[in-house]
């Protein structure tokens, strides 16, 4: 089975504080996500990873950056927290090919509140 | 223009009754799949069923089928025979197959099922 794990499940930072939320893969995949979900809001993709050190912006890259330095590890940060990037944050992997059947997988989620 | 539409922002169901989660997707594109996840309160997100663009049967996955209405641009989901489990989000999803795009998945603001014993 595909297993997609974040390093942080919940967590509590203050405004202003630089955050780090950590996502490994151990399935090679060569993409890998990072989406936002709220209420009401969906899941709103802020940026992907297509191979190490590749990245692209997705639709709310604002406020946010990435890091890919290994093929299995995919970096969000957040380089100075606000209280509006309080939310559920997912963390996805996807194998390259075809698009039949090929679907992402996601990790647990981490809950971030910003003070 | 949002590309899935979930109008349903919650339904209910009884236990062992059937239930369709309403979903509309918007893409130029010929090729593309549609997909189902449910997302329990834990937080994780659970791949139920995938329907791509080409196949001219629905797709089914247990007690879950894809009502797929390619002219409507729809794709329902049918969860039969209801369980306490089922309670949770859903949301549909799409991937265009577009070279540039292609593994960007666009996401519905999803439903939420309840259960009723």
């Known amino acids: 089975d595909v297993k997609v794990t974040q390093s942080s499940r919940y967590l509590v930072k203050r405004t202003g504080e630089k955050v780090f939320l950590e996502c490994v893969q151990d399935m090679d995949h060569e993409n890998m996500f990072w989406y936002r979900q709220d209420p009401g809001l969906g899941l709103r993709l802020i940026y992907f990873s297509y191979d190490v050190k590749m990245k692209e912006k997705g639709d709310i890259p604002e406020g946010y950056s990435v890091s890919r330095e290994k093929k299995e590890r995919f970096s969000l940060i957040l380089e100075s927290a606000s209280t509006n990037q309080t939310s559920m944050y997912l963390c996805a992997s996807k194998g390259a090919g075809g698009i039949s059947g090929n679907t992402i997988y996601f990790g647990e989620g981490s809950w971030l509140t910003v003070v | 223009a949002q590309k899935i539409t979930q109008t349903q922002p919650g339904m209910f169901v009884q236990e062992k009754e059937a239930v369709t989660l309403d979903c509309t997707y918007d893409t130029s594109d010929q090729s593309y799949g549609l997909f189902w996840y449910k997302q329990p309160s834990s937080g994780e997100m659970i791949f139920l069923i995938y329907?791509?663009?080409?196949?001219?049967q629905n797709a089914t996955e247990g007690r879950y089928s894809l009502n797929f209405q390619k002219a409507r641009k729809s794709a329902n989901l049918v969860i039969s025979a209801s369980q306490l489990g089922d309670s949770a989000m859903y949301f549909c999803a799409m991937r265009e197959a577009t070279v540039f795009t292609g593994n960007q998945f666009y996401f519905g603001t999803g439903t939420s099922l309840t259960v009723i014993p």
């Open positions: 329907q791509g663009s080409y196949d001219e």
